[in-house]
């Protein structure tokens, strides 16, 4: 008989009990489960709810419940349908009569909604270590080339001298954001949805500051039917998640132009690339490429809960039972993608004089040149105009800028001297963009110092 079969005659057709069921994905969450009701029996006994006999008998049998499923020995049935169900019918099996009692004045709507944000919760908590460990090879990197010119490109053409170091710490931005992102969504996550009942609470006499505050919430959620009902935290951080994702599929996708031979300004280590079948001289970085693929598969998590929730009128709809594989399909997938990511970043080889080389030959130095002109008193359109004709000239010749003589200089602009090559020099251009956030020494010095208090503030909590 199932727990809630009273009101029935016929038993569940097989079909529509397996296809019922949850317990097979939703099992990850006994601990949540039995530690959301660990604090429901306490707050029942303090309320008189429940005899202190019955909550000690429960706080036993849970314990034994947990250790049990943790070594294996409970069986978890799909009679029972969800974790909550089996919890309860092994906690049953064990104290008889009390075990019954441990469901008063709560509902499996606000058990699942607690047991997802007590999951979610501590699973948030390991993804931002897992970003922050990213965030620490990005900064150790970052020290090492600072000084290591490569080409900055839009549109995937050479545009601008940068450093290496400048080019990696833009990707630490994008990630700090992303801690910052799911410490937001934690906080609003961090209501205690238990005591909300199925929809509108309950008439017996139960403290919900007291369960909030025994399971580590700010407060209880303040409206019940929003209690139950509410995956806006799921979307959230499966929003973020999704974000996440493409800052490091952007990643890989650098990552896999830079290794190839057009570009080989890096060298993925071994134990971090796959090789082919059938053709010996292959290296594939095939961690970027599947980094980049399981972006996707986040993606579709998102909107796979998003369509679930787009129509469902209020409060609880079965529906929502299909929240729960997409949260942890999208949890799982950044879990295993970061570390992987992490290991690949701190073992790749950076090949500074392929960044150098290619620095030189994109005339990424033009812009230097115009404002040379200008700063010699030249109008900047002017400048600008008389800088393109050059790098036409040079095309022509297989010149580069500083390759020039100055005498072919001056035959487009009577205003340049010696010491324009010194200002077209790439290290000089570099260094020259010393404004706050270029790529000059002195600024990613004073980047690299901001991302170390951000590491050294997450390693302090």
Not at 52 to 79: F, H, N, P, Q, Y
């Amino acid at each position: 008989m199932k727990l809630w079969g009273g009101r029935f005659q016929k038993e569940t057709d097989t079909l529509v009990n397996d296809f019922n069921s949850s317990i097979d994905f939703d099992a990850r969450l006994y601990r949540e489960d039995i530690k959301g009701s660990l604090a429901h029996a306490k707050m029942l006994a303090v309320c008189g709810i429940i005899s202190k006999d019955d909550e000690e008998a429960i706080r036993t049998g849970l314990l034994e419940v947990l250790s049990d499923i943790e070594s294996g020995k409970a069986e978890l049935s799909r009679d029972s349908e969800d974790i909550h169900m089996n919890v309860e019918k092994l906690l049953t099996e064990k104290i008889g009569d009390a075990g019954k009692r441990l469901h008063t004045a709560r509902s499996r709507n606000d058990q699942v909604a607690l047991d997802l944000r007590l999951y979610m919760r501590h699973e948030i908590k390991d993804i931002e270590g897992k970003i922050v460990d990213l965030l620490k090879v990005l900064s150790k990197k970052a020290k090492l080339h600072q000084e290591t010119v490569m080409p900055g490109y839009t549109h995937l053409q050479r545009a601008q001298p940068i450093s290496f170091s400048q080019h990696l710490l833009a990707y630490a931005s994008m990630l700090e954001r992303d801690v910052t992102r799911l410490e937001d969504a934690s906080v609003r996550m961090n209501e205690s949805p238990l005591g909300s009942g199925a929809l509108a609470g309950t008439t017996y006499p139960i403290d919900r500051m007291m369960t909030a505050k025994e399971l580590g919430f700010d407060r209880p959620m303040s409206n019940s039917l929003d209690g139950v009902s509410d995956r806006d935290y799921a979307l959230e951080t499966m929003s973020a998640l999704s974000i996440l994702m493409m800052h490091l599929s952007r990643f890989s996708e650098e990552i896999i132009m830079w290794c190839s031979w057009e570009f080989k300004f890096i060298e993925l280590d071994d134990a971090y690339s796959t090789g082919s079948s059938i053709m010996p001289q292959k290296k594939n970085p095939d961690v970027a490429e599947l980094v980049r693929g399981k972006t996707g598969r986040v993606y579709g998590d998102l909107i796979s809960l998003l369509t679930t929730m787009k129509a469902l009128p209020l409060a609880y709809n079965k529906d929502m039972q299909e929240d729960k594989e997409a949260v942890f399909d999208a949890l799982d997938t950044v879990k295993m993608c970061l570390p992987v990511f992490t290991g690949m970043l701190d073992t790749m080889k950076v090949i500074g004089a392929n960044m150098r080389s290619a620095a030189g030959k994109g005339f990424i130095n033009a812009t230097d040149l115009a404002d040379y002109l200008t700063k010699k008193g030249l109008p900047f359109r002017d400048a600008y105009t008389v800088t393109g004709k050059l790098v036409y000239y040079a095309t022509e010749k297989g010149k580069l800028l500083e390759e020039l003589t100055l005498e072919e200089l001056r035959n487009a602009c009577p205003l340049f001297e010696d010491d324009v090559y010194k200002a077209i020099d790439l290290m000089t251009c570099m260094e020259g963009r010393s404004s706050y956030g270029g790529p000059a020494v002195a600024e990613t010095t004073r980047q690299i110092a901001e991302l170390d208090a951000f590491i050294e503030k997450r390693n302090n909590r």
